[in-house]
């Protein structure tokens, strides 16, 4: 309950008289006679008694004035408890903001109440159904926030009614309410999972983010549910809200480590550690070999990794950082680094941004310095930053430095070595030591910088420096005995010596260590040690042992006597363990009768080589956390972290994703609605759209007036309202064109339409052919070319869509390119919008639409930049005037059968030897023309089904192979597409491949 | 996700609390104070710390803490992103983001919180969708809500949250229609002594006040979009728009919006506008130390330079300063060590300069290093980096709006070196 635990007491002595005021308030116990946790102040007790009074008046005005107060004690932390069934009460008032409070209240209190939270229950139960959905909602969320076990079966009930709701708000609260009830009973999981999998099949927008949170909070091992929600949700995207985005993204990142192969494997050439790839290429060859197949991304992947790029723009610093780290875990190596402009901007956002964002960064530096330093400048530190943000700063530029920029990273070190924080001043010394071990070329200037840092003031940063020097000197002694004899130089100034050795006695081990290299100096210092020895401290002494020891051992003619005077000393010192180590030393190195084997080994024991100290990253190795996640930012794992899976070694069944029904036919009618979200495509013929939605624009107006009506009624009202402020549509046409970002449900037929039927025979897309629109000659430097990239067309329902590339070869720019008017040959042609000017070298790529009418007759039309006119045409193949269409064999058998006859052609053709498996067969189809595939019960039949863009007619066709002949037919009541169709696939079937 | 949240003063109080998912006692957050006197100072708190059962992820923001309390894994930017739009819709609502405002409006807080998310997950963030939801207060608004008995609540969904455009609210009028919009240039920069560019860069943002009725769908266009390098957009904007043709196509959000942040180019030279003469001495005896400051404009394309003033951050033994300044005042803060001098309009004839002498504590070695200065400064009608608004189209809707696009260019985090850069 509220009253503050043990523990709290504890810490209350910290946190101040204010939390002592709190405590006495609260551990009163709650129990006594009413407003008792009040007790100490009796105003306040008056106070909860006239609140008690006016919550049961009959005045509204009063009502709300007594809840606002009651919220302002719940939002202090005050325990309003024992007002609940005064409160509760008002449960079901007429007054919304009163009704909404009371909400408040109940879903903070409910859980100490349990019996007096079941009274509110029927009220939910009747808001449940009530024709307003803000109501609803809110019914729901509050019935949902009620942690009372007994209503658990209300729950269940109450959010499978929710999930099928009209109401996408009212969904969307649903898939919230599943996450609670969870946490509430998680045995209900079987049930919940039910609806998960029913709401991800939902199509709104807005219920996509929050149906993916419940589905990580309930089932993420449940994977095999996402497989045919895979593409909705990469198409939906970016049109879910932030928040969503976020969550969705980091779930198919994960989906994707579990269902595509890695796209790294081939660009171990990318590699940039070149240490690495040394080592890698054996074992590379060895994969090549038994791998032959190159490596081809999985068009599922690469619609991820497509759809999420443009969200990098996002205003959302969690969107983009969430896109980052899906490019890292997914994208192939070489394609990483279109995320580093993005997390360099997020370093001008909030302090607490940066933290996070700096943090990865550093993660992604140690594997890709290539990724950030072109950016490096934006890493120096300022001396406004805050100490964790300037730490993470020096690990960054410490990562990117490299022989090339090395210099000017020291330069700017030096200038943070003078910094008044002197914690950041040590964390420096550290990051020059950890540059001097990277990059071998600098070891030494590093070095004598480190050196000169001995003379400084201050005592952190000298001390700091000897350790770094210590841990630079054991990687390569031999050549340093400059540097120690410079130290050692440092004990002439007994004063010096004192603060510096005290901080430091490190140095006296490094002497000790390496007294062969500096045979002179060394003794000097055991003696000047040897004269202060009683007044020094008690780790300085331990350390001056041990350097007397080593001496005696290496070179014992000069420093025997000293050891001994030493060790005398030592024997009689007031530190025991002082008095052991010398009793230690002097049985080890002074050999006599007692001592016997072990003297033999003293050299071996006290000299022995020690391995030099790793200097290296906090951030190594950090990328075994998902990036971005909130156990990469701790460096452990958090409590329901989902761990990254490593890439499948052959990737499962990609048929999985394939959504079985696909209305390709309503793709054209679909495209023109463009603010349409899915939900309302079975409510909304489209054609008049501008028109449907007036008239519901006017009915939902005369609804509101009128408030009560029958449920059924205002259901429809509802949909009739969304339909009007959703299916607004631009009345321009220059406009028309323009609503690209909001084409998502367009694309999205179009991939499903596209991806599916060809998807099934053959995983590859196919290849664009260009054809010549103007030579560079004919064109004065102007060269254009076109294709067909088989989409529906944007711009209306008879149109072919068809992409113009324009390069300009000449030497000067171009300008204001464009189509003149109309077709000289009646085709009704959408245009690009003018080009203003296009650079000498550079491309740009427009689509126009063209309504062929359904023939081959080329469409002619003027090109023109601002001094120019061409005459080009647009020739297009008869495959081209189709669209794909997916029907099921039985009704693709239906249809043939009404089209025989006049309307069937067909041919015997000998088929090539390569061409007899199935799947160049239709491979070869699909390339000549845009079909769909119908998917066939024998091996040897194939079926293609599409219609004409213009009319939409339909065209089917049919190869039945017999050994090396096949029998090509095609049935439609265009004869002449007929006919020319039949003998381009001729042609096409009887090459070789 | 989000489980709850405690806002906190800097004397340590925690003047709110708001749950969405079962209680969590307060005494959670003394982990926080702990963390809190280990750091010192406000911004050295780490925004996310672990305790044996929560992570407390936090912002600092107008002087208030904003703790949230986590249980689960979740990304950290996104709680953070979360707290500070909670922070700027208190701006917002109530003109300010203050423990006064927040205490005053406690039952609108309140509100706002609760729509904002429930159980822990974000359900409507934008301005537009929670000012249909839940009204701003205002003075009139409360006088007549206490007359009439009408509250401030909405009572059906707004239509928003249900479009494609949840960002824009319906049934906008006005009587006067305008669309507003500044461009706001800022200066980062590092000058060594010699007042050569170490680092440079522009970074602008594009805000909106717009006033429009019904659903207008606005283009904008530039001059010059070459410029921007790197750019982020408030979500009405249609990116693809962007890409293939460089212009901002959006239906925008009814009010105050930031409309796109970008990046200047870095090819680009950034023009500094004002150049700094400096002598800052300290000297080994006699504890003293020497100021002199001039200011001057460099390349300012004709336009006057105004509000400047000049920030240093002495070092500790600096005890007082004894200056005199040709123009404008100073201020020398002897605990915070901070000597400000605020400058107002440079004038080229006359250059400003400030002159004199510090002391500090006797017997205190000089400190090593010299201090850097800090330099704020604005332009009006100027956008440094030469961008410009080409012009500005509304669609759809029939009326003439008023149109309006203001230039304004300040520092940064503009700091001068007194030590040469190549030491």
């Known amino acids: 309950v509220f009253g503050m635990s043990a523990n709290s007491l504890a810490y209350s002595e910290q946190s101040g008289a204010e939390a002592a005021v709190e405590l006495g308030q609260e551990t009163t116990p709650t129990s006594s006679a009413g407003g008792a946790a009040f007790g100490l102040f009796s105003t306040d007790f008056k106070k909860n008694e006239d609140l008690k009074e006016m919550l049961e008046s009959t005045k509204e005005s009063l009502k709300l004035e007594a809840m606002k107060r009651v919220v302002g004690l719940i939002a202090r932390g005050k325990n309003a408890s024992e007002l609940f069934p005064a409160v509760v009460k008002n449960v079901a008032s007429k007054n919304i903001e009163l009704k909404k409070l009371v909400y408040v209240y109940l879903v903070r209190y409910a859980e100490e109440q349990q019996d007096l939270a079941l009274l509110s229950i029927s009220t939910f139960q009747r808001a449940l159904k009530d024709p307003n959905q803000l109501i609803r909602a809110s019914a729901l969320r509050v019935l949902s926030s009620i942690r009372v076990p007994i209503i658990v079966p209300i729950m269940m009930l109450a959010i499978k009614e929710a999930a099928t709701d009209l109401s996408p708000y009212v969904r969307k609260t649903a898939a919230h309410a599943i996450q609670k009830l969870y946490s509430l009973d998680p045995d209900q999981k079987e049930h919940l999972v039910e609806v998960i999998e029913k709401l991800l099949k939902d199509k709104s927008t807005l219920v996509a983010g929050s149906v993916v949170m419940a589905f990580e909070e309930v089932c993420p091992e449940r994977i095999d549910l996402i497989h045919k929600n895979y593409r909705k949700l990469c198409n939906l995207l970016m049109d879910v809200e932030e928040w969503g985005q976020v969550v969705i993204i980091n779930m198919l990142t994960r989906y994707a480590r579990t269902q595509f192969v890695s796209p790294w494997r081939q660009d171990g050439v990318f590699e940039e550690n070149s240490e690495k790839a040394f080592y890698d290429s054996d074992e590379e060859k060895k994969e090549g070999a038994a791998q032959t197949k190159p490596y081809v991304m999985d068009p599922d992947h690469r619609l991820l990794l497509r759809n999420t790029k443009p969200l990098l723009q996002s205003r959302n610093t969690a969107v983009v950082m969430s896109v980052a780290q899906l490019y890292w875990h997914l994208a192939p190596k070489h394609e990483v680094s279109v995320v580093t402009k993005s997390l360099v901007r997020l370093l001008r956002s909030h302090r607490e941004v940066q933290y996070v964002v700096l943090q990865n960064i550093a993660t992604m530096s140690i594997q890709r310095k290539g990724m950030f330093e072109p950016f490096m400048k934006s890493f120096y530190v300022r001396s406004t930053d805050a100490t964790h943000i300037k730490t993470l700063k020096l690990e960054i530029l410490t990562n990117l430095a490299n022989e090339a920029n090395i210099s000017t990273i020291l330069r700017e070190f030096q200038t943070y070595v003078k910094s008044q924080d002197k914690a950041f001043a040590a964390a420096t010394i550290q990051a020059i030591g950890r540059c001097a071990t990277n990059i071998s070329e600098i070891t030494d200037a590093c070095l004598n910088g480190l050196v000169l840092l001995l003379s400084n003031r201050d005592e952190t940063v000298v001390a700091e420096s000897v350790v770094v020097i210590k841990k630079l000197l054991q990687t390569q002694p031999s050549q340093h005995s400059d540097i120690i004899k410079h130290m050692a130089k440092l004990f002439d100034n007994i004063t010096v010596r004192r603060r510096f050795i005290e901080r430091s006695p490190s140095i006296l081990w490094l002497i000790g260590e390496y007294c062969e290299h500096v045979p002179r100096i060394a003794p000097d210092v055991l003696r000047k040690m040897a004269k202060t020895f009683t007044s020094e401290e008690d780790i300085v002494k331990l350390q001056t042992v041990n350097l007397a020891a080593k001496l005696y051992l290496t070179n014992s003619k000069q420093t025997k006597l000293l050891t001994q005077y030493i060790l005398n000393l030592g024997k009689y010192d007031q530190n025991y363990d002082i008095r052991d180590r010398t009793r230690f030393i002097r049985q080890l190195i002074v050999p006599n009768e007692k001592s016997g084997a072990l003297s033999k080994y003293a050299r071996r024991i006290l000299l022995a080589p020690k391995p030099a100290p790793v200097l290296q990253s906090a951030f190594k190795d950090r990328d075994r956390f998902q990036l971005g996640t909130l156990s990469h930012t701790l460096n452990s794992k958090a409590t329901g972290y989902l761990e990254l899976s490593d890439w499948p070694d052959v990737a499962p069944d990609q048929s999985v994703r394939n959504v079985e029904v696909v209305e390709a036919v309503r793709i054209n009618t679909r495209s023109d609605c463009y603010y349409k979200s899915e939900s309302e495509e079975k409510s909304e013929s489209s054609e008049d759209s501008v028109k449907s939605s007036s008239q519901s624009e006017k009915s939902s107006d005369s609804g509101t007036d009128k408030k009560k009506k029958k449920t059924l009624k205002n259901k429809k009202l509802q949909q009739g309202k969304k339909a009007g402020k959703d299916g607004y549509r631009p009345q321009s046409p220059a406009l028309a064109r323009c609503f690209t970002r909001l084409h998502i449900h367009v694309v999205h037929c179009f991939c499903l339409s596209r991806l599916f039927p060809v998807q099934v025979s053959s995983p590859v897309f196919v290849p664009v052919r260009p054809h010549e629109l103007l030579h560079r000659m004919t064109g004065k430097g102007l060269a254009a070319q076109y294709h067909f990239p088989r989409q529906p067309c944007i711009y209306g329902d008879h149109m072919v869509s068809v992409q113009l590339t324009f390069n300009n070869h000449g030497d000067h720019a171009l300008e204001d390119i464009h189509i003149s008017e109309k077709t000289s040959t009646g085709q009704s042609i959408h245009c690009f919008r003018p080009i203003e000017r296009l650079e000498p070298e550079a491309s740009v790529t427009v689509s126009v639409g063209v309504d062929f009418n359904d023939s081959t007759q080329a469409a002619s039309f003027q090109l023109c930049s601002k001094t120019e006119r061409f005459s080009v045409s647009i020739q297009p193949a008869v495959g081209e005037l189709l669209l794909p269409v997916t029907m099921t064999e039985q009704d693709f058998s239906r249809e043939q059968g009404k089209l025989v006859g006049m309307n069937e052609s067909s041919a015997t053709i000998t088929m090539a030897p390569e061409t007899v498996s199935s799947q160049p067969v239709s491979k070869k189809v699909v390339s000549v023309a845009n079909v769909g595939v119908v998917p066939s019960g024998q091996d040897n039949v194939h079926r293609f089904a599409a219609k004409l863009v213009s009319s939409g007619t339909l065209v089917l066709v049919c190869v039945v192979q017999k050994d090396s002949s096949a029998q090509l037919t095609v049935n439609t009541e265009r004869t002449v597409v007929g006919s020319m169709l039949l003998r381009e696939l001729q042609t096409a079937l009887s090459s070789a491949p | ?423």
Request: hydrophobic fraction near 40%; proline fraction near 6%; charge should be neutral.
């Open chain 2, 1 to 423: 996700m989000i489980h709850s949240l405690f806002l906190i003063n800097n004397a340590g109080d925690i003047f709110l609390e708001k749950h969405w998912k079962s209680v969590i006692s307060r005494s959670v957050c003394d982990y926080f104070f702990e963390a809190q006197d280990k750091a010192g100072e406000p911004d050295n708190v780490s925004p996310v710390i672990r305790t044996p059962h929560h992570y407390l992820i936090n912002i600092y923001r107008e002087k208030i803490f904003f703790v949230s309390v986590i249980q689960t894994e979740v990304p950290p930017l996104f709680v953070i992103e979360f707290l500070h739009r909670v922070a700027e819709m208190f701006q917002d609502y109530f003109g300010e983001c203050s423990e006064v405002a927040i205490k005053d409006n406690v039952v609108i807080v309140y509100e706002l919180l609760e729509e904002m998310l429930d159980n822990g997950f974000p359900l409507a963030t934008e301005s537009n969708i929670l000012k249909e939801l839940i009204k701003p207060p205002t003075i009139l608004r409360s006088m007549v809500n206490t007359i009439t008995g009408s509250s401030n609540v909405g009572e059906t969904l707004p239509t928003g949250q249900l479009s494609t455009i949840p960002w824009r609210r319906a049934g906008v009028k006005y009587t006067n229609n305008e669309a507003y919009f500044d461009v706001v240039e800022e200066i980062d920069a590092i000058l060594d002594k010699s007042g050569t560019t170490v680092f440079a860069e522009i970074q602008g943002v594009i805000d909106a006040c717009v006033k429009l009725s019904g659903m207008p769908d606005l283009t904008l266009s530039f001059m010059n979009p070459r410029l921007l390098d790197d750019v982020s957009f408030h979500p009405c904007v249609r990116f693809k728009r962007w890409e293939s043709e460089r212009v901002l196509s959006f239906i925008p959000p009814d009010g105050n919006f930031r409309l796109m942040s970008y990046h200047v180019n870095a090819q680009n030279l950034v023009a500094i506008p004002v150049y700094v003469r400096q002598n800052i001495n300290f000297f080994e005896t006699g504890s003293s130390g020497r100021v002199d400051i001039t200011v001057g404009p460099k390349q300012t394309m004709g336009k006057t330079v105004e509000n400047v003033i000049v920030t240093i951050h002495m070092p500790k033994v600096v005890l007082s300063a004894n200056l005199t300044a040709t123009q404008g005042t100073y201020t020398y803060d002897p605990v915070t060590k901070i000597l400000v001098w605020d400058i107002g309009k440079l004038n080229q004839q006359k250059l400003p300069n400030l002159k004199g002498s510090l002391s500090l504590q006797s017997g205190a070695p000089k400190p090593e290093e010299n201090p850097s200065l800090n330099i704020d400064l604005k332009i009006q009608q100027l956008a440094i980096s030469g961008l410009k608004v080409n012009r500005l189209d509304m669609y759809v809707e029939k009326y003439k709006p008023f149109k309006g696009v203001k230039y304004v260019t300040k520092a940064g985090k503009f700091q001068v070196l007194t030590v040469p850069s190549h030491v």
